[in-house]
């Protein structure tokens, strides 16, 4: 069992421009839809069972602009 807080906004911040809280983040990393895909399907990234829902408020948000 866990709790989890998804929170989206758009921004375009450099990877590098980043300023990751020690404590708190391990490490950041942008990639592309298909590369999250990818990354699910050789077990790189755990298949979390809330992306489907993530990525639909995504494309949602996108026709809002």
Same mark, same amino acid.
């Given at each position: 069992?866990?709790?989890?807080? /998804?929170?989206?906004?758009?921004? %375009?911040?450099?990877? @590098? @421009? +980043?300023? +990751?809280?020690?404590?708190?983040?391990?490490?950041?990393?942008?990639?592309?839809?298909?590369?999250?895909?990818?990354?699910?399907?050789?077990? $790189?990234?755990? $298949?979390? %069972?809330?992306? %489907?829902?993530?990525?639909?408020? /995504?494309?949602?948000?996108? @026709? @809002?602009?």
């Amino acid at each position: 069992d866990s709790l989890c807080s /998804i929170w989206l906004f758009p921004c %375009n911040v450099p990877e @590098e @421009e +980043l300023v +990751l809280q020690t404590e708190e983040v391990a490490d950041a990393k942008w990639v592309s839809r298909a590369e999250l895909e990818k990354m699910k399907a050789d077990g $790189s990234f755990y $298949s979390y %069972n809330y992306l %489907n829902m993530l990525f639909q408020k /995504i494309d949602q948000r996108k @026709e @809002e602009f």
